[in-house]
């Protein structure tokens, strides 16, 4: 049935990726230069350093609907990551 998790990634086929589920997505952020945002009349501002509020975001991980910790939450709550963000009024 899975006889294709010993091949090399070079000889794997659409059929062996569709027989797992896999999906794979990209998401890229790109900040413009306009007056609005892209999808609301929302205005849209160029970065600046100065910035009047700053939140701390900190990873904490949960259980998940089966019951067990999800491994790159583990991970990034053990490194003590800090998700920094910064708010211009």
């Known amino acids: 049935m899975y006889d294709f998790i010993f091949k090399p990634f070079h000889e794997m086929t659409e059929d062996d990726y569709k027989k797992v589920g896999f999906k794979s997505g990209l998401e890229i952020h790109q900040q413009l230069l306009t007056e609005k945002k892209l999808f609301c009349r929302?205005?849209?501002?160029?970065?600046?350093?100065?910035?009047?509020?700053?939140?701390?975001?900190?990873?904490?991980?949960?259980?998940?609907?089966?019951?067990?910790?999800?491994?790159?939450?583990?991970?990034?709550?053990?490194?003590?990551?800090?998700?920094?963000?910064?708010?211009?009024?």
């Open 42 to 89: 929302c205005p849209a501002g160029k970065y600046t350093r100065e910035f009047d509020a700053e939140i701390l975001r900190h990873m904490r991980p949960t259980l998940s609907e089966m019951g067990v910790y999800d491994g790159t939450a583990l991970m990034e709550f053990k490194t003590k990551k800090n998700i920094i963000y910064h708010i211009k009024r």
